[in-house]
């Protein structure tokens, strides 16, 4: 199962989704003194150390657990190529979906708050994890092909 190279491809995936749960996506900044943190789960205020919700964001939380859930159930269903070929292209039309749902908070939803932002380390893991998605993706069409050129041989 772990020795196959696309199941690597799945596992690296993974870690780049939990990324995202405990590294913020990008800070915002107004006026040069207040400053905002963007989680998977909102906006934060960040005052006297401490970080104050002010914008919940459950639609991105959503997806990430089910980008994670779908990763999850991907590498155990090595037994099944063809499902795993779909939950990948899932996963990765989902995590284009958090790219754009975190474009639009920041573009749209809290443009009326942000006078710069800075993207974290944490915003690059969903493209990441969807290049991942596809190798592993490539990797699985691959061994299909082979099973099926074995099986015409029979």
């Given at each position: 199962?772990?020795?196959?190279?696309?199941?690597?491809?799945?596992?690296?995936?993974?870690?780049?989704?939990?990324?995202?749960?405990?590294?913020?996506?990008?800070?915002?900044?107004?006026?040069?003194?207040?400053?905002?943190?963007?989680?998977?789960?909102?906006?934060?205020?960040?005052?006297?150390?401490q970080e104050?919700?002010?914008?919940?964001?459950?639609?991105?939380?959503?997806?990430?657990?089910?980008?994670?859930?779908?990763?999850?159930?991907?590498?155990?269903?090595?037994?099944?190529?063809?499902?795993?070929?779909?939950?990948?292209?899932i996963n990765?039309?989902?995590?284009?979906?958090?790219?754009?749902?975190?474009?639009?908070?920041?573009?749209?939803?809290?443009?009326?708050?942000?006078?710069?932002?800075?993207?974290?380390?944490?915003?690059?893991?969903?493209?990441?994890?969807?290049?991942?998605?596809?190798?592993?993706?490539?990797?699985?069409?691959?061994?299909?092909?082979?099973?099926?050129?074995?099986?015409?041989?029979?």
């Open positions: 199962m772990i020795q196959r190279m696309q199941s690597l491809y799945l596992l690296l995936a993974l870690v780049a989704i939990t990324i995202l749960f405990f590294f913020p996506i990008a800070e915002l900044l107004v006026d040069g003194k207040f400053m905002f943190l963007f989680r998977y789960r909102g906006l934060y205020e960040l005052k006297d150390g104050i919700l002010k914008i919940a964001s459950y639609p991105l939380g959503i997806l990430y657990s089910i980008n994670l859930l779908i990763g999850l159930i991907a590498i155990f269903k090595f037994k099944n190529r063809i499902l795993q070929m779909r939950l990948c292209l990765i039309l989902l995590l284009i979906g958090s790219l754009l749902l975190i474009y639009y908070f920041i573009a749209f939803a809290f443009s009326d708050l942000q006078d710069s932002v800075h993207y974290k380390f944490a915003a690059f893991m969903p493209i990441i994890a969807a290049i991942l998605s596809f190798l592993a993706y490539k990797g699985i069409q691959k061994d299909e092909k082979l099973v099926k050129s074995i099986d015409r041989i029979r």
